[in-house]
């Protein structure tokens, strides 16, 4: 029936309907809204009755990873936050005390090149800057946009420890993070060593992993050849292939694969223009020959015979620029990396350029020569290209490969290549001395790490193996960044002996500077003889001035969060998104492991990227960027939020104007259903309306039976941290199950019962619970929306929902068999319903208050419900059931008159003289008053 009866000619009664009166509008207008609720919240320090309420309760813990303090909010901080704010308030609500203390990333690269560009607009050279006062512009731009992002996130509607919360560069932070490399330091793990790390040349620092993307970039390519001097094949020349010219003058070896079939191959004829020598021989992969002979210009040769790679073992080869100050001999080496899949099956070695190269060559004693500077130039140790840069250098060495007569071709490719993902620009692998904590000494990190994984719960779980491949193949972990801006590698190395100190009071007397003072001490004049004490000679140690790689910085945050705020060590769970297993999650794993022999977490959610509603990855270029600042402005937090659970967070998420509209859309849906409720309980008087349980009817059992379903699934996601489709669930329980259903039934006793008829109380009774466990079970999900309704109902001055509990349902709603029951009745209600839309469509009939149909039913499903029951259920005027053998139902009029207060068609209407209009209940209800 519809909401509102109209009146008969002959006399209104639309005053004695009881029609839902609620002061809770139908248009959210969150955006003007969620500002006085955050205000509200703000004024009563909900945060700090969150905690008194839950003081003394088992401890949750979601340790924050750190988002980086250097710009405004993205749509996947808004996604990463809601999440975990979800979890928390659960967690919190199911009867945990919750403590969240979100936190922030300050230091490292991308916060010093931010500074470093605001230089360079002024034309300010940052090298003649002192290194404090450059310190300090980078701790104020942190600062700033911390306190930004603050903002953005409360206005998220995320609960939080924000006064308190915590940030790598506040100095309590710093003297942990130095603490936690001294740990590493006196354990032995920590190392100096020479190794090839990626390198960007334009910020001058080693990268790590996770500072990588991967862009289609086009290299030149070179093939040369390597001339064999001694040994098996003398004569002969090696041909190599490299998308990397310019590691030529790095070059110390050639490998090849010992189980690789190799042509010997006599060359007879050249296609114009290539630089191969009719006459020669060459020694080329067999199964690569044919790409050879396409690229190079081979026109005709003889095969002198097929050998296998270990038949070269102990030949030599002279450097393809020998003549220009390259007159050193080049071995050739067995190399199990080398492969026929590309190339000519030789891999030129360049020790100091690949991580392959200086394992091999390490494995021989070769030489680790330093051609680069950290700016991507030539040193001295590159004749012929000192100052020339790398990435200009190709042309340069084709000519002396040419002058030399060893080039046999050149050209370009198009292929994926390492980028620093803050600068844009290629990278290099390059060999420093860099500062290393080891993966496989003594201290074991990888097989601890490795266990600890294995133990982790992991959500999907696929990521279990995602991570623990990572750290399986793992070199070890090159900590040092040749940047100003972090906390420094605190140590000290004899210069003599080239040791580096390990002396517990030197690093105690650190840590309690940083405390004090943060890790501007270390920089201080005279700090090197303040900590080495009066015992040593400042003069015979280096003071390190590397700064740690922000990946341990953040890895470390544990150290200074969980233990020392009370909070619970490992935390419970570790959120971020499934980048992160490259990232946050193994660089905590790793330092936790290498300090305390555990991981730092019990449980690893990851969740998928956004893009845009096509799929594509957000960017400003193609103007697709979905700004959560945006959002919020024209929609509100908690649709943002809905879009957020009604994702599965699993795969990539995609969000768009459309989608948007769409959740919107959604989120009207479930407001609805909270205003009706709120109408239909204006005042409710559960002290007076409240029939026991037994008292119900069953439609009314069936309810709170679903209650109980909805309660398990709640349940389960706390438990679980998995809320995928806990919110489609309610969202499918309000608008299929009740509105669709329940309501749509119980109106015409809420609105023509009388107020105190048996039916209308047991209805207000369940429409109560609805209210409570929908308040309360939104609360987490969609804040805002549930304390406005929670306050609609309770009045201003009554507690927050958010400091509810998820209700304790009864077990005895717990009803299976009835819910049974109710599916086979709403399986033949829709037959019905379908019926009728025929007769409607047909002109038959046109409220649905205007039928008696007829249903057919199995025997056994005849006593379902009586005639009575189905025209309730069905919501007709009269209805009649008959046998059949499956369920089938048929249109028939409602005999009678229509009555002029609850509308339905009935024989009684114009029976009471004293209200023609009306049917024998409503003229009661209207008689009674």
Same mark, same amino acid.
């Given at each position: 029936?519809?909401?509102?009866?109209?009146?008969?000619? =002959?006399?209104?009664?639309?005053?004695?309907?009881?029609?839902?009166?609620?002061?809770?509008?139908?248009?959210?207008?969150?955006?003007?809204?969620?500002?006085?609720?955050?205000?509200?919240?703000?004024?009563?320090?909900?945060?700090?009755?969150?905690?008194?309420?839950?003081?003394?309760?088992?401890?949750?813990?979601? #340790?924050?990873?750190?988002?980086?303090?250097?710009?405004?909010? #993205?749509?996947?901080?808004?996604?990463?936050?809601?999440?975990?704010?979800?979890?928390?308030?659960?967690?919190?609500?199911?009867?945990?005390?919750?403590?969240?203390?979100?936190?922030?990333?300050?230091?490292?690269?991308?916060?010093?090149?931010?500074?470093?560009?605001?230089?360079?607009?002024?034309?300010?050279?940052?090298?003649?800057?002192?290194?404090?006062?450059?310190?300090?512009?980078?701790?104020?731009?942190?600062?700033?946009?911390?306190?930004?992002?603050?903002?953005?996130?409360? $206005?998220?509607?995320?609960?939080?420890?924000?006064?308190?919360?915590?940030?790598?560069?506040?100095?309590?932070?710093?003297?942990?993070?130095?603490?936690?490399?001294?740990?590493?330091?006196?354990?032995?793990?920590?190392?100096?060593?020479?190794?090839?790390?990626?390198?960007?040349?334009?910020?001058?620092?080693?990268?790590?992993?996770?500072?990588?993307?991967?862009?289609?970039?086009?290299?030149?390519?070179?093939?040369?050849?390597?001339?064999?001097?001694?040994?098996?094949? =003398?004569?002969?020349?090696?041909?190599?292939?490299?998308?990397?010219?310019?590691?030529?003058?790095?070059? $110390?070896?050639?490998?090849?694969?010992?189980?690789?079939?190799?042509?010997?191959?006599?060359?007879?004829?050249?296609?114009?223009?290539?630089?191969?020598?009719?006459?020669?021989?060459?020694?080329?992969?067999?199964?690569?020959?044919?790409?050879?002979?396409?690229?190079?210009?081979?026109?005709?040769?003889?095969?002198?015979?097929?050998?296998?790679?270990?038949?070269?073992?102990?030949?030599?080869?002279?450097?393809?620029?020998?003549?220009?100050?390259?007159?050193?001999?080049?071995?050739?080496?067995?190399?199990?990396?080398?492969?026929?899949?590309?190339?000519?099956?030789?891999?030129?070695?360049?020790?100091?350029?690949?991580?392959?190269?200086?394992?091999?060559?390490?494995?021989?004693?070769?030489?680790?020569?330093?051609?680069?500077?950290?700016?991507?130039?030539? !040193?001295?140790?590159?004749?012929?290209?000192?100052?020339?840069?790398?990435?200009?250098?190709?042309?340069?060495?084709?000519?002396?490969?040419?002058?030399?007569?060893?080039?046999?071709?050149?050209?370009?490719?198009?292929?994926?290549?390492? #980028?620093?993902?803050?600068?844009?620009?290629?990278?290099?692998?390059?060999?420093?001395?860099?500062?290393?904590?080891?993966?496989?000494?003594?201290?074991?990190?990888?097989?601890?790490?490795?266990?600890?994984?294995?133990?982790?719960?992991?959500?999907?779980?696929?990521?279990?193996?995602?991570?623990?491949?990572?750290?399986?193949? $793992?070199?070890?972990?090159?900590?040092?960044?040749?940047?100003?801006?972090?906390?420094?590698?605190?140590?000290?190395?004899?210069?003599?002996?080239?040791?580096?100190?390990?002396?517990?009071?030197?690093?105690?007397?650190?840590?309690?500077?940083?405390?004090?003072?943060?890790?501007?001490?270390?920089?201080?004049?005279?700090?090197?003889?303040?900590?080495?004490?009066?015992?040593?000679?400042?003069?015979?140690?280096?003071?390190?001035?590397?700064?740690?790689?922000?990946?341990?910085?953040?890895?470390?945050?544990?150290?200074?969060?969980?233990?020392?705020?009370?909070?619970?060590?490992?935390?419970?769970?570790?959120?971020?998104?499934?980048?992160?297993?490259?990232?946050?999650?193994?660089?905590?794993?790793?330092?936790?492991?290498?300090?305390?022999?555990?991981?730092?977490?019990?449980?690893?959610?990851?969740?998928?990227?956004?893009?845009?509603?096509?799929?594509?990855?957000?960017?400003?270029?193609?103007?697709?960027?979905?700004?959560?600042?945006?959002?919020?402005?024209?929609?509100?937090?908690?649709?943002?939020?809905?879009?957020?659970?009604? !994702?599965?967070?699993?795969?990539?998420?995609?969000?768009?104007?459309?989608?948007?509209?769409?959740?919107?859309?959604?989120?009207?849906?479930?407001?609805?259903?909270?205003?009706?409720?709120?109408?239909?309980?204006?005042?409710?008087?559960?002290?007076?309306?409240?029939?026991?349980?037994?008292?119900?009817?069953?439609?009314?059992?069936?309810?709170?039976?679903?209650?109980?379903?909805?309660?398990?699934?709640?349940?389960?996601?706390?438990?679980? #941290?998995?809320?995928?489709?806990?919110?489609?669930?309610?969202?499918?329980?309000?608008? !299929?199950?009740?509105? =669709?259903?329940?309501?749509?039934?119980?109106?015409?006793?809420?609105?023509?019962?009388?107020?105190?008829?048996?039916?209308?109380?047991?209805?207000?009774?369940?429409?109560?619970?609805?209210?409570?466990?929908?308040?309360?079970?939104? =609360?987490?999900?969609?804040?805002?929306?549930?304390?406005?309704?929670?306050?609609? $109902?309770?009045?201003?001055?009554?507690?927050?929902?958010?400091?509810?509990?998820?209700?304790?349902?009864?077990?005895?709603?717990?009803?299976?068999?009835?819910?049974?029951?109710?599916?086979?009745?709403?399986?033949?209600?829709?037959?019905?319903?379908?019926?009728?839309?025929?007769?409607?469509?047909? &002109?038959?009939?046109?409220?649905?208050?205007?039928?008696?149909?007829?249903?057919?039913?199995?025997?056994?499903?005849?006593?379902?419900?009586?005639?009575?029951?189905?025209?309730?259920?069905?919501?007709?005027?009269?209805?009649?059931?008959?046998?059949?053998?499956?369920?089938?139902?048929?249109?028939?009029?409602?005999?009678?008159?229509?009555?002029?207060?609850?509308?339905?068609?009935?024989?009684?209407? &114009?029976?009471?003289?004293?209200?023609?209009?009306?049917?024998?209940?409503?003229?009661?209800?209207?008689?009674?008053?």
């Amino acid at each position: 029936m519809n909401d509102a009866p109209d009146a008969t000619p =002959a006399r209104d009664y639309r005053a004695t309907v009881f029609l839902p009166q609620t002061p809770f509008p139908m248009r959210g207008d969150l955006p003007r809204r969620e500002p006085a609720l955050l205000a509200r919240w703000r004024e009563q320090d909900l945060w700090r009755q969150l905690r008194a309420r839950a003081a003394g309760r088992p401890k949750f813990v979601l #340790h924050d990873g750190p988002p980086y303090a250097n710009g405004p909010l #993205h749509i996947g901080h808004a996604l990463n936050k809601i999440l975990k704010d979800v979890i928390n308030r659960a967690a919190q609500m199911a009867g945990y005390d919750a403590d969240y203390v979100p936190g922030w990333d300050c230091h490292g690269l991308p916060i010093e090149w931010k500074v470093e560009e605001e230089y360079r607009a002024r034309k300010k050279n940052k090298d003649e800057v002192p290194v404090l006062e450059f310190r300090a512009e980078c701790r104020a731009y942190a600062q700033h946009w911390l306190e930004v992002q603050r903002e953005e996130f409360i $206005r998220l509607g995320v609960a939080g420890d924000w006064t308190n919360r915590y940030a790598t560069m506040d100095f309590e932070s710093e003297a942990v993070i130095v603490e936690e490399i001294g740990r590493f330091l006196m354990n032995g793990s920590l190392y100096r060593g020479l190794r090839p790390v990626m390198w960007s040349p334009v910020e001058k620092t080693a990268l790590a992993e996770a500072e990588i993307e991967y862009h289609d970039h086009v290299s030149p390519t070179l093939w040369a050849r390597f001339p064999i001097v001694g040994g098996p094949q =003398a004569g002969a020349s090696v041909v190599i292939w490299t998308t990397t010219p310019w590691t030529i003058p790095g070059n $110390r070896a050639v490998a090849y694969g010992p189980e690789i079939d190799y042509a010997i191959v006599h060359v007879e004829g050249v296609r114009e223009g290539s630089h191969l020598r009719p006459g020669e021989t060459l020694l080329v992969a067999l199964p690569l020959l044919p790409k050879f002979e396409e690229d190079p210009g081979l026109a005709a040769h003889t095969l002198k015979r097929v050998i296998k790679g270990a038949e070269l073992a102990g030949a030599v080869c002279a450097h393809p620029l020998r003549g220009a100050g390259y007159e050193f001999e080049v071995p050739l080496l067995p190399g199990e990396f080398v492969t026929t899949e590309a190339g000519t099956g030789f891999v030129h070695i360049a020790p100091g350029h690949g991580e392959d190269d200086f394992a091999l060559g390490r494995a021989h004693g070769l030489p680790v020569p330093e051609t680069v500077n950290d700016d991507g130039t030539f !040193t001295a140790q590159a004749p012929g290209f000192e100052g020339l840069h790398v990435f200009k250098a190709h042309d340069a060495v084709y000519a002396a490969c040419e002058k030399a007569g060893t080039l046999v071709a050149k050209g370009k490719l198009t292929h994926s290549y390492p #980028h620093s993902w803050r600068s844009k620009k290629p990278v290099i692998f390059r060999a420093t001395p860099q500062w290393f904590i080891g993966m496989d000494d003594a201290n074991a990190i990888r097989e601890k790490a490795l266990a600890a994984i294995a133990a982790t719960r992991f959500i999907p779980d696929s990521g279990r193996n995602r991570i623990g491949g990572m750290v399986a193949s $793992r070199p070890d972990w090159c900590i040092s960044r040749q940047r100003a801006w972090g906390v420094p590698i605190a140590v000290f190395v004899e210069k003599r002996s080239g040791q580096v100190l390990r002396d517990p009071e030197v690093m105690a007397r650190i840590v309690e500077a940083f405390r004090r003072e943060g890790a501007d001490a270390w920089y201080q004049p005279g700090a090197a003889a303040r900590f080495l004490g009066n015992g040593r000679n400042p003069a015979d140690y280096e003071q390190v001035m590397d700064i740690v790689d922000v990946w341990f910085e953040s890895g470390s945050t544990h150290a200074f969060v969980l233990g020392p705020r009370n909070l619970p060590f490992p935390a419970d769970l570790y959120l971020e998104g499934s980048d992160q297993h490259r990232g946050w999650f193994q660089s905590s794993l790793l330092e936790s492991v290498g300090t305390r022999g555990v991981a730092p977490f019990k449980a690893v959610l990851t969740h998928g990227f956004t893009l845009d509603e096509q799929g594509r990855k957000m960017s400003k270029s193609l103007g697709n960027v979905t700004a959560p600042q945006e959002v919020i402005a024209a929609y509100g937090a908690d649709i943002l939020r809905l879009w957020v659970m009604n !994702t599965d967070i699993t795969e990539d998420q995609r969000i768009g104007k459309n989608i948007l509209e769409q959740q919107a859309e959604l989120y009207r849906r479930i407001r609805n259903t909270l205003r009706w409720l709120l109408g239909s309980l204006a005042d409710f008087d559960a002290a007076a309306e409240t029939p026991p349980y037994a008292e119900l009817p069953e439609l009314e059992r069936w309810v709170l039976h679903r209650l109980t379903e909805l309660d398990q699934r709640i349940r389960g996601a706390v438990a679980s #941290h998995d809320w995928t489709g806990v919110m489609p669930e309610i969202h499918g329980f309000c608008a !299929t199950d009740l509105s =669709a259903f329940y309501f749509d039934i119980r109106k015409d006793s809420l609105y023509c019962d009388a107020k105190d008829s048996p039916r209308r109380r047991a209805c207000r009774t369940v429409l109560d619970r609805l209210h409570r466990c929908l308040a309360i079970w939104l =609360a987490p999900m969609l804040p805002f929306t549930a304390e406005e309704a929670w306050l609609a $109902r309770f009045g201003e001055g009554a507690e927050s929902v958010h400091l509810q509990l998820f209700p304790e349902l009864p077990e005895q709603w717990r009803d299976p068999a009835l819910a049974a029951k109710w599916a086979r009745i709403r399986e033949a209600r829709r037959i019905v319903t379908a019926e009728l839309e025929r007769a409607r469509a047909a &002109g038959e009939m046109g409220s649905s208050l205007q039928a008696a149909p007829v249903l057919a039913l199995p025997a056994e499903d005849l006593g379902l419900l009586d005639a009575a029951g189905w025209a309730e259920v069905c919501i007709t005027s009269g209805f009649a059931l008959e046998e059949g053998p499956q369920p089938a139902a048929r249109f028939a009029p409602a005999p009678g008159a229509k009555c002029a207060r609850c509308w339905k068609v009935l024989p009684e209407v &114009g029976a009471s003289a004293a209200h023609p209009g009306l049917c024998r209940r409503c003229e009661a209800v209207v008689e009674g008053g």
